[in-house]
């Protein structure tokens, strides 16, 4: 059984089992759930599952930085007298090559403020971002490539 489905299971064992469906119990079922399985499990697998929540957590984490940053840029562009949006398409070349981390990736640029993605190549060696402020399309990419795709690479493995 997949090592993350467990744990959820867990979580929703550990809620039933303290009668408090709050989200904190709910977390905590989770780490509860995480700790069992990292210590019950021996060797690689152990080691593997604790590594790729890890990364997941990072993912997250950054994601929601991202998102107050994006949010901040963006007030403080449409609240300025002069509105420097510079909007613009920029294509961003993929080093994901599966349909899960492309899609993922798609996803988590159109969650940001400011960005969208508009379409993905069909041999699926590009994205095509639009951004509202493009002061230097090169930054965005590299802004993408280093930010959102290298975690995603090091989630999906």
Same mark, same amino acid.
């Given at each position: 059984? =997949?090592?993350?489905?467990? =744990?959820?299971?867990?979580?929703?064992?550990?809620?039933?089992?303290?009668?408090?469906?709050?989200?904190?119990?709910?977390?905590?079922?989770?780490?509860?759930?995480?700790? +069992?399985?990292?210590?019950?499990? #021996?060797?690689?697998?152990?080691?593997?599952?604790?590594?790729?929540?890890?990364?997941? /957590? %990072? /993912?997250? !984490?950054?994601?929601?930085?991202? +998102?107050? *940053?994006?949010? +901040?840029? /963006?007030?403080?562009?449409?609240?300025?007298?002069?509105? %420097?949006?510079?909007?613009?398409?920029?294509?961003? @070349?993929?080093? $994901?090559?599966?349909?899960?981390?492309?899609? $993922? *990736?798609?996803?988590?640029?159109?969650?940001?403020? !400011?960005?969208?993605?508009?379409? +993905?190549?069909?041999?699926?060696?590009?994205?095509?971002?639009?951004?509202?402020?493009?002061?230097? @399309?090169?930054?965005?990419?590299?802004?993408?490539?280093? !930010?959102?795709? #290298?975690?995603?690479?090091?989630?999906?493995?």
């Amino acid at each position: 059984m =997949n090592r993350f489905l467990l =744990n959820v299971l867990l979580a929703l064992a550990w809620v039933m089992l303290t009668g408090d469906p709050g989200l904190e119990n709910l977390l905590g079922g989770f780490i509860v759930g995480f700790v +069992i399985l990292v210590l019950t499990e #021996r060797g690689e697998a152990s080691r593997n599952y604790a590594l790729r929540l890890i990364r997941v /957590l %990072r /993912l997250l !984490g950054f994601l929601l930085v991202e +998102i107050v *940053l994006a949010n +901040i840029r /963006l007030t403080v562009i449409l609240l300025s007298p002069k509105r %420097r949006m510079r909007p613009g398409i920029v294509r961003v @070349p993929l080093d $994901l090559q599966s349909d899960e981390g492309i899609t $993922l *990736l798609a996803n988590l640029l159109t969650l940001t403020p !400011g960005t969208f993605t508009v379409d +993905i190549a069909e041999d699926r060696t590009a994205m095509f971002v639009h951004a509202i402020i493009i002061e230097d @399309p090169e930054t965005v990419r590299r802004e993408i490539k280093e !930010g959102f795709e #290298r975690r995603i690479r090091e989630v999906i493995g």
